[in-house]
T-cell receptor, first 114, second 114 residues
């Protein structure tokens, strides 16, 4: 089954404790992206990757890091999480970089930073 | 500054009637427009899209209309069903590269009452 998986689905952590949210897709997609969803703000892009070893900042990259060492994986790293990073996070992928391609989303990771 | 705007946070419609969700954009360079549907505890799923060279695209009960001169698009759902109750996100993008990143609106929560 074609899908984007994220782990963990739920995470409660404390300020400053480094964490990684994993994302994996099995569709051989070139393009992958991370979003956060906050009440009243919709979906905002954090980082995106157009291919292996090619990553770039989205609209809200502060406090996040990403890497793309393999085509299928695109982990999101929070080196020193803060309470304002409490949010619902979605990983997404699509076959190409063009906007006409359908984007597939993972099920989401709900992160709480206390 | 918001490039994609969904000015109605919520919409309530009776089952069997038409639902009309609206979206406005400011960037005339957008080439593609997409609608995503999101149920609670799930990732957004692609619903329907339209290229800027068209003014209408239809898929079953869902039709998207694009008015480029007004920088406005709308999603029509006819007839509405209770299972359509979800948050609907409008998104826009350019052709490729960083322009291919999706810019999302804040979403409209649709409630279809039996």
């Amino acid at each position: 089954e074609a899908q984007v998986t994220q782990n963990p689905r739920y995470l409660i952590t404390v300020t400053g404790k480094k964490l990684t949210v994993t994302c994996s897709q099995n569709m051989n997609h070139e393009y992958m992206s991370w979003y956060r969803q906050d009440p009243g703000l919709g979906l905002r892009q954090i980082y995106y990757s157009m291919n292996v070893e090619v990553t770039d900042k989205g609209d809200v990259p502060e406090g996040y890091k990403v890497s793309r060492k393999e085509k299928r994986n695109f982990p999101l790293i929070l080196e020193s999480p803060s309470p304002n990073q409490t949010s619902l996070y979605f990983c997404a992928s699509r076959i190409g970089t063009g906007g006409l391609y359908e984007q597939y989303f993972g099920p989401g990771t709900r992160l709480t930073v206390t | 500054d918001q490039q994609v705007k969904q000015n109605s946070p919520s919409l309530s419609v009776q089952e069997g009637r038409i639902s009309i969700l609206n979206c406005d954009y400011t960037n005339s360079m957008f080439d593609y427009f997409l609608w995503y549907k999101k149920y609670p505890a799930e990732g957004p799923t692609f619903l329907i899209s339209i290229s800027s060279i068209k003014d209408k695209n239809e898929d079953g009960r869902f039709t998207v209309f694009l008015n480029k001169s007004a920088k406005h698009l709308s999603l029509h759902i006819v007839p509405s069903q209770p299972g359509d109750s979800a948050v609907y996100f409008c998104a826009a993008s350019g052709y490729g590269g960083s322009q291919g990143n999706l810019i999302f609106g804040k979403g409209t929560k649709l409630s279809v009452k039996p």
